[in-house]
């Protein structure tokens, strides 16, 4: 189960590391918004997530989390609560937080501190490292060259809405007391497929099938400048062994241009756990 909570919370942060009536408008806004964002160079977010994994029976687990994020390194600094079944609850030691820092200025390393896993850590040791980029290398997936594709913009999502169908303007909400315009988007990832750079689609179709189906709805909300403040998806997929799966991630930006050095911790405090990542 810690590893399934692991896998979840490295899924929500990939994640991210973003009037009344509904007339089908032009996607350009949607488009804009990845740069105009990435150009505000940080920003504070907040997360919620829900998994549900379907296998005898159904089971979920929410997260919920506040954290920066650096557009210009792709990395990102995070606290994450998480709320289980209570049955799953009652049999743990302790409470489920975590603290995540990712690191994307070279490939993509993250850092994990749970309070459950203090007691199974050597003496001095507080974080746990998983080089996601050698993983997926394992798997067959260039993490990194991916990154490089996404141009340092952790915000992957709105990559897939440029790839997006049926466009609507749904209206306008206040999100943290600020003016947005709410869209609602169809994304097909097989439109991002074909789109991606040559050397991208062999690591983009082992994803893709994982997939239950290639289109998802996105929903994103803009604000008078352009940025993303909201956006939330759901997303059906299989895990191997496991059944299927189905994802729903809101997260929120705010607090634009806000500080955001976002450094690994000490090294001497650090256990490679990448070793322990599953293979197969």
Partial sequence: MRVALAAAALCAALALVTGCGSD????DPVADAATKTQTA?????SLKATFTINHDHAQSMAISGDG??????????????????AEIQATLPGDMTMEAIFDGSDGLVVYMKMSLLRELLPPGKEWLKFDLEKFGKAKGIDLREMMQANQGDPMQTLQYLRSAGNVEKVGVDLVRRVRTTHYRATIDLRKTLEQAPESLKPSLDKILSMMSDTTYPAEIWLDDDGLLRRFKFTMSYNVPGTGSAETTIEEELYDFGVDADISPPPADRVLDGTKFLPRS
């Fill in 41 to 45: 160079g940080s920003a504070r977010f």
């Fill in 24 to 27: 089908v408008v032009s996607l």
């Fill in 68 to 85: 920066i994020v650096n557009m210009a390194t792709s990395s990102a600094r995070m606290q994450l609560r998480y709320e289980l079944p």
